[in-house]
């Protein structure tokens, strides 16, 4: 996978899953994906598309971003991470704090950014 193809996918993730979190959100959500990706040795459509892994990509009819201002600065945020040092200490999970999943039990706790608890294995 190029770049570019990358840098889209990571981009997509972001506006989909954080776009009205903090920049230091997005950027951890984008970590964790690059995480995964660099943890399964994948590439991040492939994190990304996985089945069950990220719900904006089975509970929405279309992947199309509708607020282009919002994407445009979700693609800054995924640049800043592809080309920036992990802060999350390896965070590969995260869930929105107001909802309990029970795979979180079996997680280490490494932070709280923005509106999402992050998590490593």
Known sequence: MSF??????????????????PQI????????????ATENKQTVEQ?????HQFSWTFLQDSYMPTEPEVFADCMKTAMKAMTSKDFTRGATFYHRQ????????????????????FYRN
């Open 47 to 51: 994190v990304v598309m996985a089945p």
């Open 4 to 21: 570019l193809e990358g840098l889209l996918w990571l981009t997509l993730n972001i506006y989909h899953e954080a776009r009205s979190e």
């Open 25 to 36: 959100g997005q950027l951890a959500v984008a970590h964790v994906t690059l995480n995964r």
């Open 98 to 117: 107001d909802v309990r999943p029970r795979w979180a039990a079996d997680k280490t706790y490494v932070a709280k950014y923005g509106e999402h608890l």
